[in-house]
């Protein structure tokens, strides 16, 4: 799973394929992530919480995280609590 950091909502993105992880609340972001939403590619990863950073992918998609942009970015640059299996059943 090398390449791979968290966004959210037990969502691992991988790292090649972003392209900026970005500030969501100017005007200029919230009207782009509105067109995003309309084409159907805006993932909303924030459970109704305050969005806090968006992530945007070379192909289009954006992910809207309720993570902060600086703990993004830490995860982004840093990644090390990618699990090492899915076998935990909760």
């Known amino acids: 799973m090398e390449g791979l950091f968290y966004a959210g909502r037990q969502m691992y993105l ?7 992880i970005i500030d969501p609340s ?5 009207e782009y992530m509105n ?9 909303k990863l924030n459970r109704g919480k305050k969005p806090r950073a ?12 309720a993570l902060s942009l600086r703990t993004l ?3 982004f640059q840093t990644q090390s609590d990618v699990p090492d299996d899915d ?4």
């Open 87 to 90: 076998t935990s059943e909760e």
């Open 73 to 75: 970015s830490q995860k």
């Open 14 to 20: 991988s790292k090649s394929d972003v392209q900026a």
């Open 35 to 43: 067109a995003a939403d309309k084409k159907g590619r805006l993932i």
């Open 54 to 65: 968006l992530v945007v992918m070379k192909n289009g998609t954006l992910y809207l995280s």
């Open 26 to 30: 100017s005007s200029p972001i919230r």
